[in-house]
Structure formats: structure tokens, C-alpha cells
């Protein structure tokens, strides 16, 4: 199955708002309200930040924030702050060969 | 508090197997999906497989099937994964993630473990 597409870098300064999009088909991401994304710091385990599209866990930050359009998804970070700086990767359900896809991660680098 | 215990990992040969475990504590285990996720040396992540809470509906990544069997065991709170016919593209850091649902194929994976190392290599 193929990843979900997302950019291979994005950057900021902070204070700043940036968006990560995660594209995928109608088949997953357009198909499906089951989209979350990760945050991943170096040498740490993957955390949950968004699940079903736009639900926060408890204890996550407001600053982060999901959404979809069609067959893209998108995170938004906004009000920047250092330890935003990680990987951030999308995943959805595929009924394409039934099972659940990564996108490729997003490095954010906090200017 | 949650926590997921991966163990098993190790160098094992091309073409041999390998079993992973993952002891889950914190929550009530069978009311939850279960997932292996693994992520190779410097790359990101791929989902393995995962399974429901009461083991009725099992998924694998394409690269994967036929050769991984996932299973759990409720009364030990405890997730397994059987790795077949190992191959030197299986090599990565394997974690065990707990789903927010009961089903594999619905939710975010809330908690992760710390992973396990598995080297595929002659």
C-alpha cells in the first residue's frame, strides 16, 4: 500500500502558525474520518496529537489543531514554541487493501 | 498509569524467526485493539499489524502478510507478534501501541512502548 504523501520539511519562527498536510484517496483519507497524526521527538517514542481528523487527547495542547478537506488532511500548529520542533507524521485506514497507512513524516524545524 | 513492555527483539539470520511480545499494564487490556508498528534505522513509520480486542478481526500490512501472525492474550494482557521468513527489510525498531477503540481499523494509538530492536542480518 502506498504512504500517505505529506511534505518532507516545513519551518517556522515562533509565534508563528504552520500547516502540515497529509494527502492520501478517496479510498483512505478522503474515504474515512480516521486520520491522526504523531508528534515524534529524536530517540522517543511516536505521541498521539490528533485522532479521528480533528480530536485532541486529553493533555494535548489547543495549539494544535486538525481538519480535512477532500482527500487532504491537515495539522495546524499555531503560536510555535521550541519543543514543537520533531517529526510529525498522518496516518488513516485504507479499505484499499484493509489495513492502516503512515504518511512519510514532516520534519518541523522551529527557526 | 499505562505502560507497554516490548521485548524479544534481537540479530537474527535472513529466512529464520523471531516472536515479539508486548506486556500491557495500566488499563483494561481487552477492551482495546492492539497494534505493532516498526520504524527502520533513520526512516519513519510503517503500521505491521493490529488486532481487535477480542482477537475477531486482524489486519497486516501488505509487506508483512503471510509471514507475521499477531495474537493477544486477555488473561495475561499481553500481545504477541510471530515473525516468519525474516528478511534483511524487516529490520527496524518494532513498537507495541495500544488503540483508543476496540477496533484495530477505527482509532488513534494512544500509548506506545518504547520499542524493541529486531536486526535482520547474516
Known amino acids: 500500500q502506498s504512504a500517505l504523501t505529506q511534505p518532507a520539511s516545513v519551518s517556522g519562527s515562533p509565534g508563528q502558525s504552520i500547516t502540515i498536510s497529509c494527502t492520501g484517496t478517496?479510498?483512505?483519507?478522503?474515504?474515512?474520518?480516521?486520520v491522526s497524526w504523531y508528534q515524534q521527538h529524536p530517540g522517543k517514542a511516536p505521541k498521539l496529537m490528533i485522532y479521528?481528523?480533528?480530536n485532541r487527547p486529553s493533555g494535548v495542547s489547543n495549539r494544535f489543531s486538525g481538519s480535512k478537506s477532500g482527500n487532504t488532511a491537515s495539522l495546524t500548529i499555531s503560536g510555535l514554541q521550541a519543543e514543537d520542533e520533531a517529526d510529525y507524521y498522518c496516518?488513516?485506514?485504507?479499505?484499499?487493501?484493509?489495513?492502516?497507512?503512515f504518511g512519510g513524516g514532516t520534519k518541523l524545524t522551529v527557526l | 498509569e499505562v505502560q507497554l513492555v516490548e521485548s524479544g527483539g534481537g540479530l537474527v539470520q535472513p529466512g529464520r524467526s523471531l516472536r515479539l511480545s508486548c506486556a500491557a499494564s495500566?488499563?483494561?487490556?481487552?477492551?482495546?485493539?492492539m497494534h505493532w508498528v516498526r520504524q527502520a534505522p533513520g526512516k519513519g513509520l510503517e503500521w505491521v499489524s493490529g488486532?481487535?480486542?477480542?482477537?475477531?478481526?486482524?489486519g497486516y500490512a501488505d509487506s508483512v502478510k503471510g509471514r507475521f501472525t499477531i495474537s493477544r492474550d486477555n488473561a495475561k494482557n499481553s500481545l504477541y507478534l510471530q515473525m516468519n521468513s525474516l528478511r534483511a527489510e524487516d529490520t527496524a525498531l518494532y513498537y507495541c501501541?495500544?488503540?483508543?477503540?476496540?477496533?484495530?481499523?477505527?482509532?488513534?494509538?494512544?500509548?506506545w512502548g518504547q520499542g524493541t530492536l529486531v536486526t535482520v542480518s547474516s
Open positions: 496516518s488513516s485506514y485504507t479499505s484499499s487493501s484493509t489495513s492502516v497507512v
Open positions: 478517496s479510498s483512505d483519507v478522503g474515504g474515512y474520518n480516521y
Open positions: 488486532i481487535s480486542w477480542n482477537s475477531g478481526s486482524i
Open positions: 501501541a495500544k488503540d483508543d477503540t476496540y477496533n484495530w481499523n477505527d482509532g488513534g494509538f494512544d500509548y
Open positions: 495500566g488499563f483494561t487490556f481487552d477492551d482495546y485493539a
Open positions: 479521528e481528523v480533528s
